[in-house]
């Protein structure tokens, strides 16, 4: 699916929060409701304009860190790249690239980046496949909101979610526990 960069994220499934896995136990889900504005970034796809460049290396070690360390929106099912000349091969695993590639081109779940004070970017975890391997370049403000993501900035509440504005009553699904 295409949406233009920063434009106001609006995946329908999606409208009544972000869903945060708790990357390390993958058990724990905090859903995040209206706590900041949204901003598209990186919703590439094949015929619709997107901009190609070098990305500094710094941004690009950042974002993979970035992809590592948040999961978001995982229950949404499998992003495909269009942009890559050959369709996704079902005998190969989804999550790992192929052959040529860095990144895999299919991808699960969003990450979300801190920018100016309640406006986070949204992007979808195959970003780092469209940068890597397809040379996007986001627009400026998201590689230095990007560069400027400290990710220990966590919140009181939530502090094994790398992502600030986790707020305190965010609704927690713990599947242990349940
Ligand atoms: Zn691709």
């Known amino acids: 699916m295409f949406y233009d960069d920063l434009s106001p994220y609006a995946y329908p499934i ?6 945060f896995t708790e990357v390390g136990t993958g058990t724990r889900f905090v859903t995040v409701r209206g706590a900041y504005r949204r901003l598209n970034i990186g919703w590439l796809e094949a ?3 997107w901009t190609a460049g070098p990305a500094p290396a710094e941004f690009v070690s950042k974002l993979l860190t970035v992809l590592e360390e948040q999961a978001v929106n995982e229950a949404l099912g499998l992003h495909e790249c269009d942009l890559c ?3 996704p091969d079902d005998a190969h695993p989804w999550h790992k690239p192929r052959p040529g ?3 895999a081109g299919v ?6 980046v801190p920018g100016a004070p309640g406006t986070a970017y949204a992007a979808p975890s195959l970003i780092g496949h469209y940068v890597l391997d397809h040379g996007y370049l986001p627009p400026r403000e998201f590689v230095d909101a990007v560069l400027a993501f400290d990710l220990r900035d966590r919140s009181a509440a939530y502090p ?7 707020p305190d009553d965010a609704e927690l699904y713990d599947a242990l526990v349940d």
């Open 14 to 19: 999606t409208e009544d929060g972000d869903v």
């Open 47 to 49: 015929g619709q304009p």
């Open 85 to 87: 000349p050959t369709p």
């Open 101 to 103: 590639l860095r990144r």
């Open 107 to 112: 991808g699960t779940g969003e990450i979300r």
């Open 160 to 166: 094994s979610i790398a992502f600030p504005w986790i």
